[in-house]
């Protein structure tokens, strides 16, 4: 039996067995303080910084608990990252015969019933589907786990994996000639029985909710739940407890009501002339939703009566569905499954028209042809908190970006985590020495015409001084193009643009090439890990208000104002702090990196709030003066230069 100490420490196995593994101090006391959440069976809020190694120090003690442990990630990639690389290395350091596995959502698995269908249907389909259809069968007949992602060969958005994999819609469950066989079910089947079950919070809130992939069938049994990028939980939990009915749902109820027809209802021809008018009651609701691409306020289209009277159309009509379909259902396995889709797409509608709002945010997002309706709950804590506290399991709830200014309120009370223990540990690097901090004087008001040109401005010496290398971070798309315009303009960086080229291209690119210069939004603020000299700097366009023009934010505000809450220090000031603080995380990702923040908002020094931006970050030199910021580059490329004469000094 171990101690922790004897595993992390500077003699410990994990010196022992892994080649350059340095001990931290914060990552062994992370570890206790999981451990003795785990042997007193509590609950912990657990911030860990950049560097702190969260991941063995939350897997370590929960392998030696010999519980029943699920860990939830944001995504599919810290999934596989976690059960291929960390958990076996892991289970070799401790030697203990603990079992692993992980569970993703049912699209990540090849339906072997619908990949009978699609092959019979290959006349149908262009040279493209049909060239990877094959290849998809080929690999078929080889896959032990049916998991999407070991086809490489077929891109991940190919139009054959919707005709290949299932959805909650139209799996035929018990019904299916193929259930023996069945990947989604073999998957979960393997997950109940093994020691370690590694899913994401999608298939956590979905188990949890009894919706989509959910069966309700993973979270009774865990003795121990570890929530990793625990910042992204509250959004996937809000939507799972929300409810949404779109366009496109409709559109292929219709699609498989008409399919079933054919088969085993061509007496009741008025099911066909039914799908034919809801597909028309489809197109007449776009028609009356607003012309362009957007996301608005429930309040919005209210105010219109055609919207009133197509949406009071639409429900009879799937009404009147419902009440044919009623009639065939016991007919086959297909149109049972249509009618019990038909009574929801009515009761998800039916809530719409609903006019009780109290507690929800109704919202809706437009495409080119469609529509999806939201119906989002503005506050999720009871039902969470009843939901976590009642199981039986310890939660740890793990990432670096859950406090502002040292406290946790922000994070736990959304969660009604307020019981739960909290404890932060700090990233181990030396950001005194390996970082600085510049912020700019002369910056106009954010909302001036002139704001991006003249930040551009302003970074053109830090972009000449670090050799481009460097992420400009922004909080709008328009800003992001005008500022490209001018550095296209005006510089002969590599730019590499946000939407020129799917997000890992770029990435790769900008690790590869010189002068790079990488310009992103919203998804290059987390989850983007680029070390070492390639990324040397980090600018900082605004401080990442959330849009008050935003349906949701705008409701969430308008309600915590109701409520008698501050909308401002409640929740804009920390969401931000916390988006900003991920941004920030993009820069020091190693011992060895360094490099150079720039925070180009006025607001920083400007207003007394600033102060709680800059305290949520780690603590860095800041500078004013872009003399500051030409001597830390030089600095750090006289010492590249030095180490380089010593190591040929030394050959
Ligand atoms: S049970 Fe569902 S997912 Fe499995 S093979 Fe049949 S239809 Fe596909």
């Known amino acids: 039996m171990y101690d922790l100490d ?13 080649q350059g593994f340095q001990p931290r101090d914060g990552q062994l006391s992370m570890a206790q303080a999981i451990e003795r959440a785990i042997e007193q069976h509590t609950h912990l809020v657990a911030e860990a910084g950049t560097g702190t190694g969260k991941t063995f120090a939350y897997l370590i003690p929960a392998i030696l608990s010999g519980k029943k442990t ?11 990252q976690i059960f291929e690389k960390d958990f076996p290395l892991i289970r070799e350091v401790l030697n203990v015969p603990v079992q692993g596995a992980v569970l993703k959502g049912r699209s990540n698995y090849l339906c072997l019933y619908r990949l009978d269908q699609a092959k019979m249907q290959i006349s149908s389909f262009d040279k493209q589907t049909d060239a990877e259809l094959r290849e998809v069968e080929r690999w078929s007949n080889q896959t032990k786990e049916g998991d999407i992602a070991e086809v490489t060969s077929v891109a991940e958005d190919s139009y054959v994996w919707q005709q290949v994999t299932s959805t909650a819609d139209n799996c035929l469950g018990q019904e299916c000639p193929m259930i023996s066989e069945c990947f989604p079910v073999l998957a979960r089947k393997k997950a109940q029985e093994v020691d370690v079950l590694i899913v994401n919070h999608h298939l956590l809130c979905a188990d949890w909710s009894l919706k989509d992939d959910g069966f309700g069938q993973l979270l009774p049994d865990a003795e121990l739940i570890i929530v990793d990028e625990a910042h992204q939980l509250i959004d996937t939990a809000s939507r799972f407890l929300g409810v949404s009915v779109s366009a496109r749902q409709i559109l292929s109820l219709i699609g498989d009501v008409s399919a079933e027809q054919l088969k085993l209802a061509s007496d009741m021809p008025e099911l066909i002339d039914l799908t034919h008018v809801i597909s028309e009651d489809i197109r007449e609701m776009r028609k009356v939703l607003p012309e362009p691409v957007i996301k608005g306020s429930w309040d919005e289209l209210e105010q219109g009566t055609d919207f009133l009277q197509a949406l009071d159309c639409l429900i009879e009509r799937i009404e009147q569905l419902f009440k044919v379909l009623t009639k065939v ?12 889709r038909s009574e929801d797409v009515l009761l998800r509608l039916k809530l719409f028209s609903n006019q009780d709002q109290h507690d929800w945010i109704q919202w809706f997002e437009t495409y080119q042809r469609t529509f999806t309706f939201y119906r989002t709950p503005l506050d999720i804590s009871k039902a969470f908190a009843s939901f976590a506290f009642a199981s039986d399991a310890s939660w740890v709830f793990t990432s670096a970006t859950l406090s502002v200014n040292n406290k946790f309120d922000f994070f736990s009370k959304r969660l009604g985590l307020e019981d739960a223990e909290t404890g932060s540990w700090e990233s181990p690097f030396d950001f005194v020495h390996q970082s600085l901090m510049y912020v700019p004087t002369g910056m106009p008001e954010p909302r001036d015409y002139h704001y991006t040109a003249t930040m551009i401005e302003k970074i053109i010496p830090v972009l000449e001084a670090s050799e481009g290398r460097a992420f400009i971070l922004f909080t709008s798309h328009k800003a992001l193009k005008e500022a490209a315009n001018i550095l296209l303009a005006e510089t002969n960086f590599k730019l590499l643009v946000q939407g020129d080229l799917p997000k890992q291209q770029m990435l790769e690119s900008f690790r590869r090439s010189e002068r790079a210069v990488l310009l992103g939004t919203a998804s290059f603020w987390e989850g983007v890990d680029v070390r070492g000299e390639a990324l040397s700097c980090v600018i900082i366009d605004k401080l990442p208000f959330a849009s008050p023009g935003d349906p949701v934010t705008k409701a969430r505000l308008e309600y915590m104002a109701a409520n008698g809450q501050s909308a401002f220090s409640d929740f804009q000031l920390p969401s931000a702090a916390l988006t900003l603080k991920q941004g920030v995380g993009r820069l020091i990702r190693d011992v060895e990196d360094k490099g150079v923040l720039v925070l180009c908002d006025p607001r920083l020094s400007s207003k007394g709030y600033g102060k709680v931006f800059i305290k949520s970050l780690p603590a860095m030199p800041i500078t004013q003066d872009v003399k500051d910021v030409k001597r830390f580059f030089h600095r750090i490329n006289s010492q590249k230069l030095s180490d380089k004469k010593h190591v040929i000094k030394s050959a």
Do not use: M, P, Y
Request: hydrophobic share 35%.
């Open 6 to 18: 004897s595993i992390f420490g500077s003699n410990g196995e994990l010196v022992k067995h892994i």
């Open 70 to 80: 699920i860990i939830s990630t944001g995504t599919r990639n810290l999934q596989d």
């Open 329 to 340: 259902a016991v007919r086959s396995k297909g149109l049972e499954a249509c009618w019990k």
